[in-house]
Nanobody
Framework: QVQLVESGGGLVQTGGSLRLSCVASGRTFSRYRMGWFRQAIGKEREFVTDISWSGGSKYYADSVKGRFTISRDNAKNTVYLQMNSLKPEDTAVYYC???????????WGQGTQVTVSS
């Protein structure tokens, strides 16, 4: 198990930027694939992006391609989500998650709220 704590959420205007951070503790962080998911009010949780243990493999949802960038610093046990050109439809609670050898995201943070005003 790994414990995850997100930070960096807040209120931003359309077109603005935010950087989310997720600090992990517990078992070896570098062994985990890390992902960001989000859930808007009244909607199901959806995949945003994820990154392999080495950082060499990244995937993005079509809705965020070209605007969001995921990165990780294994020395700091931290994964980041840089969000640029934010839109009101990006408003959601953003969750950090970790997937171990099973490739299942079964470790979740508590979430951080991102609100984009129009």
């Amino acid at each position: 198990q790994v414990q995850l704590v997100e930070s960096g959420g807040g209120l931003v205007q359309t077109g603005g930027s935010l950087r989310l951070s997720c600090v992990a503790s517990g078992r070896t962080f570098s062994r985990y694939r890390m992902g960001w998911f989000r859930q808007a009010i009244g909607k199901e949780r959806e995949f945003v992006t994820d990154i392999s243990w080495s950082g060499g493999s990244k995937y993005y949802a079509d809705s965020v391609k070209g605007r969001f960038t995921i990165s990780r610093d294994n020395a700091k046990n931290t994964v980041y989500l840089q969000m640029n050109s934010l839109k009101p439809e990006d408003t959601a609670v953003y969750y950090c998650a970790a997937a171990g050898t099973s490739s299942v995201y079964d470790n979740w943070g508590q979430g951080t709220q991102v609100t984009v005003s129009s």
